[in-house]
């Protein structure tokens, strides 16, 4: 399964998603980091990704040649991130055909009604959950 983690500014939160995934699901997965600067690819590729690319013609090129793609609400808002996440890429990703696990951070300024306000250690925990049960499945089915 390949995943694809989108983070931009200091790259903390793909780095919290990477090495938190790496903790859970060790090598059944292969992670891209994605950095909309090279601080954040940086970062998660310090963090354990197996390849990292920054910009984005590298977002929108890696988008469509993915599994899953992770990070906050803010990677499919254009101009979001401080003006970092570009049009381009946030329609990339939108219309990826990847699997979308989105974290709902507040500094993006879009709040999603029926989300209770948690610490994002508690989505990363649900985050790795769902993949889990994705590779699990994925393995039954090779099973057969």
Known sequence: MRIAVVDGQGGGIGKAIIERLRKNLGDKIEIIALGTNSLATSQMLKAG???GATGENAIVFTSSKVDVITGTLGIIAANSMLGEVTPSMAKAI??????????????????????????IASFLDELVEILKEMIEDED???RL
């Open 140 to 142: 039954n089915k090779k």
């Open 94 to 119: 939108s219309e990826s055909d990847a699997l979308k696990l989105l974290i709902p951070f507040q500094k993006c300024n879009i709040k999603v009604l029926g989300i209770s306000e948690k610490p």
């Open 49 to 51: 990704a197996n390849y």
